[in-house]
């Protein structure tokens, strides 16, 4: 009985020193309480107030860029909403508009990307307060294959991509992508 006892251990032992969980980057953490941050594919709101024909929804190309009337290409990656707004007003204002009151807003936010072991793996639209578990539920849910405690999560933080393990109560951010692993037993 004794070696058994110490078999079972053994083997035990050999599969939790196998488990490849890693805690998820604190880079994604503090993402979330950064001003979010424009990028491709993301569509905004501008406003000049008193300007109806300037006033519309542009969306950001794949270079980054958006294309605004009179002042032409503006880019746009990596600027906040606050930012985009106050580079629009310092061109209008430079000849365009005596004193332009411009507002941005995000319209439509870049969409996520859910793959693996999900009922319909595919792109998905970002809804703000999302959750790995809320995406998940958004493509149909896990198979019965699915590792349902963790997902991997790339995202973009800074420039650079990051990826890594992370819980379902983890937040999602415009741009990301799941990847559901497929259980062991």
């Keep these: 009985m ?14 939790t020193s196998c488990s490849s969980y890693k805690k998820p980057e604190p880079a994604f953490h503090e993402e979330l309480v950064q001003p ?19 006033s519309n929804t542009y969306k950001i190309d ?6 605004f009337p009179l ?5 746009a990656t990596g600027k906040t909403p606050k930012q985009l707004a106050s580079m629009i007003r310092a061109r209008l204002k430079n000849g365009f508009i005596r004193d332009p009151d411009v507002s941005v807003e995000v319209a439509v936010y870049r969409p996520i990307f859910i793959m693996g072991e999900v009922r319909n793996a595919g792109q998905y639209a ?21 590792r349902q405690q963790d997902v991997d999560l790339t995202r973009q933080i800074g420039g650079e ?21 497929e259980r062991l037993f």
Excluded: C, K, W
């Excluded at 941050?37 to 300007?51: C, H, K, Y």
């Excluded at 307060?129 to 019965?144: C, E, I, K, S, Y």
């Excluded at 991509?161 to 692993?181: E, F, K, N, Q, W």
């Design 2 to 15: 004794r070696p058994r006892l110490l078999a079972v251990i053994a083997g035990l032992t050999l599969l």
């Design 36 to 54: 979010y941050t424009l990028a491709a594919s993301d569509e905004v709101r501008i406003i000049v107030f008193g300007q109806a024909d300037l």
């Design 62 to 67: 794949q270079g980054g860029s958006l294309a």
């Design 71 to 75: 002042i032409g290409q503006i880019n």
């Design 126 to 146: 970002y809804l703000p307060g999302m959750t790995v578990q809320n995406a998940v539920a958004t493509a149909g849910g896990f198979t019965a294959r699915a």
């Design 161 to 181: 991509i990051a990826s890594g393990p992370a819980p379902i109560t983890t937040p999602v951010r415009p741009g990301d992508t799941l990847y559901v692993h």
